[in-house]
């Protein structure tokens, strides 16, 4: 079935301590996978993506990895700050790619 | 540049009442259309999708429907609302297949 997993489901670290997000997808098909920050009440906000002709992409403190033959994928947070914390939903593209499919959600807490 | 409008922000409704919930999207034609529902703490569960006027699909089963009567109109309905309808909605939009979502601000409704 169409399913994305994703652990941990919360993560505490020291500032400035990275951080390490893991998510798997089931259709081998899925080709776009971008990652969402959620801060308390507020909608979901697109901070990096990747699609599967890439294996890495970077973008200052963020970064994320793709392994297409194991069929996952992290999100990586370098020198963590307070505002960092949030919760952090992973997606994969679904059925024709017409919709994504979130994961669980990780509730990363950031302790100065 | 592209903005999405959902409304209202909060909304308190009795058990047995209707819903009529509105997105609509600025600055773009024949966007996809999501509706989203998140219960407190959770994740983001995929209620309805539309590729294109009139055309709806389904996730879950259950108690509400939506229509896309324009082009960047996406509404979400309910004859009848349950305790169980409470959550987070977000409308949310993308340019197409293997896209990120943006997301409205939702709605946050309250069933009592």
């Known amino acids: 079935g169409e399913n994305v997993e994703q652990h941990p489901s919360t993560l505490s670290v020291q500032e400035g301590d990275s951080a390490v997000i893991k998510c798997t997808y089931s259709d081998s098909a899925s080709n776009y996978f971008p990652w969402y920050k959620q801060e308390l009440g507020k909608r979901p906000q697109l901070i990096i993506d990747?699609?599967?002709?890439?294996g890495e992409k970077k973008d200052q403190r963020i970064a994320v990895t793709l392994n297409k033959t194991a069929k996952h994928f992290s999100l990586h947070i370098t020198e963590t700050q307070p505002e960092d914390s949030a919760v952090y939903f992973c997606a994969a593209s679904m059925r024709g790619f017409q919709k994504l499919v979130f994961g669980t959600g990780t509730r990363l807490l950031v302790s100065p | 540049s592209q903005t999405i409008h959902q409304w209202p922000a909060t909304l308190v409704q009795p058990v047995g009442s209707p819903l009529s919930l509105e997105c609509t999207v600025e600055g773009t034609s024949n966007p996809n259309l999501y509706w989203y529902r998140q219960a407190a703490g959770r994740g983001l569960q995929l209620l309805f999708y539309?590729?294109?006027?009139?055309?709806i699909s389904s996730e879950v089963p259950q108690n509400l429907s939506a229509s896309r009567p324009q082009d960047r109109q996406f509404i979400l309905s309910s004859k009848k609302l349950l305790l169980s309808d409470s959550g987070f909605y977000l409308c949310a939009w993308s340019p197409g297949t293997s896209y990120g979502y943006t997301f409205g601000s939702g709605t946050r409704l309250t069933v009592v």
């Open positions: 539309s590729v294109g006027i009139g055309q």
């Open positions: 990747i699609r599967s002709n890439v």
